[in-house]
């Protein structure tokens, strides 16, 4: 299951308070009534655990408007985050109390969100803005670091959705989920983790494997034919381009 607690201000005050611009535009939009919503009057965290829904095996996508209080209900529930900056930034929704979530011993990943609210699905470039974003933010370096946000991209985002057993890093038993990324052209560095957060991006991968399977190697795909999937994408997309312009 997979939520969104809360995702933008307005959708807080919606939620919360049954106003603002989301419920004008309802209003409008969907000829929703006042009458047809009695808002519960609490923060959307606290509304799931009354009805029972939190738990282990609960994702909740964002978090960015949580208060203490709010946070002491996830970690009570064992609740994990997954945490997307990209994508709150791109809808201007504001940047998640990452610090806040870590010191609550919360687990949490990091996510893309999707290509509906974000340029693009590269992890290199999540990693990147996450850590400029809560640098900025927190004005602090201390505790935030690069390999922080790569671990987050790979064994705490296995433990996020509970696969840390099977996925996440490369240990015996485990599945082969790993990539190759060449740092030759990188420079020098005395860091590893920051000299793969900050100076690389997809391009630089050159090998990647799954489950154990090569599915790339010397940079060049082995066993898909890459070209016929951008075909298929763009007939897909100009399908989906005039469904929407037929319904505008």
Request: proline share 2%; glycine share 10%.
């Amino acid at each position: 299951m997979a939520l969104h607690l809360t995702e933008s201000a307005d959708e807080y005050q919606f939620i919360r308070h049954g106003g603002g611009r989301l419920a004008r535009g309802l209003m409008v939009l969907a000829g929703w009534s006042r009458l047809s919503w009695q808002p519960p009057g609490v923060s959307p965290v606290k509304y799931l655990e009354q009805w029972g829904i939190l738990g282990k095996r609960v994702l909740a996508a964002h978090c960015v408007y949580v208060d203490d209080s709010d946070l002491e209900i996830l970690h009570k529930y064992d609740v994990a985050i997954a945490h997307c900056p990209r994508s709150n930034a791109q809808l201007g929704n504001g940047i998640a109390p990452l610090t806040a979530f870590h010191q609550r011993g919360l687990r949490v990943g990091l996510g893309t969100d999707s290509l509906a609210s974000n340029y693009s699905l590269d992890m290199f470039d999540e990693m990147r803005a996450g850590l400029w974003l809560q640098r900025g933010m927190t004005r602090q370096v201390e505790g935030l670091s690069a390999e922080t946000f790569l671990r987050m991209a790979t064994i705490e985002g296995a433990r996020a959705i509970s696969m840390e057993d099977k996925i996440g890093s490369i240990a015996r038993g485990k599945r082969a989920d790993l990539i190759g990324v060449d740092l030759s052209q990188v420079g020098s560095f005395s860091n590893l983790y920051a000299a793969l957060i900050f100076n690389t991006n997809p391009g630089n991968v050159v090998f990647s494997m799954i489950n154990g399977q090569i599915v790339m190697e010397k940079g060049q795909l082995k066993g898909i034919d890459g070209d016929e999937i951008v075909k298929r994408a763009d007939r897909a997309r100009r399908k989906l381009t005039k469904v929407r312009q037929d319904n505008e």
